[in-house]
């Protein structure tokens, strides 16, 4: 089974044609922002090296996410137009499950985190079960630093752009049991060979994408982060509290001065 994949969802662009799980091409490198002019080029790259075409291929298989906004909507354009242009079916991988194929068939837990807005990170965790079949133990999330280590019940493996760039934060925030594997770096970043190698799986089970594709961002509402950051106020608390304290000011400066009494 051929397939095209694409990662875009960090600034580390991946793309790779596989076959089955022979890799036949691949381009890795970093797109910083620049998907939109890099991807195109690295996908004709690709399918030259291996002297192929897009009419020959069984499926396209884009990592959905999350990530970065413009990454996200830049590989998922870009295979939506493919798609339209070929009629060949588009797979989507959530990209923390991708990056748990990196690592296919570990014993333990697989913790991948990814950076969110500052301060925040994604991740979820999976389990390969009985070395050969993925599971899904905690959903995708987003959060702190602090939220992610208490979301650990024992020893995992936590690693990607997160784990590089919040490791001390994460390690001071484990309880015991929890404690951390760790792996080589290389094996750190999303990679389009593993988005596709999960992509295949899904296409044998017949998981294609519909008309309607929509990145997977996993972000908190900002309501949320505003009323976290408030205290746990809510909107209306808030808008009571700005009103008292006008009121407040109002009042004093309006208040006359105190008068000694005349002796």
Not at 12 to 33: K, N, P, Y
Not at 182 to 209: C, D, H, Q, Y
Not at 219 to 233: H, I, M, P, Y
Request: with cysteine; aromatic share 4%.
């Amino acid at each position: 089974m051929k397939v095209l994949a694409v990662e875009t969802a960090t600034s580390w662009q991946s793309v790779a044609l596989l076959d089955g799980t022979a890799v036949l091409a691949r381009q890795d490198h970093e797109a910083a922002g620049s998907h939109g002019s890099l991807l195109l080029p690295a996908i004709e790259r690709v399918l030259a090296e291996a002297g192929m075409t897009l009419a020959q291929l069984d499926g396209l298989v884009c990592s959905i996410g999350p990530g970065s906004f413009t990454g996200l909507r830049v590989g998922a354009a870009t295979l939506l137009g493919l798609r339209a242009a070929t009629d060949v079916p588009l797979v989507l991988v959530p990209t923390l499950e991708a990056m748990a194929w990196n690592l296919s068939g570990h014993e333990f837990p697989l913790c991948p985190v990814l950076t969110s807005r500052k301060g925040e990170l994604f991740w979820a965790l999976f389990r390969w079960r009985g070395g050969e079949t993925l599971e899904r133990i905690l959903p995708e999330q987003v959060g702190t630093p602090q939220a992610c280590a208490q979301s650990l019940t024992g020893a995992s493996v936590l690693f990607g752009e997160g784990w590089t760039s919040m490791e001390a934060e994460l390690r001071a925030s484990l309880s015991p049991p929890a404690s951390v594997i760790t792996v080589p770096s290389g094996l750190s970043k999303p990679s389009a060979v593993s988005v596709g190698l999960a992509g295949i799986e899904r296409l044998r089970r017949g998981e294609i994408a519909g008309e309607e594709v929509a990145p997977c961002y996993v972000q908190r509402a900002e309501a949320e982060v505003k009323f976290e950051q408030s205290g746990g106020l809510s909107p209306v608390a808030r808008r009571e509290a700005r009103v008292a304290m006008k009121t407040t000011a109002r009042a004093a400066r309006q208040r006359p001065s105190a008068r000694k009494p005349h002796g």
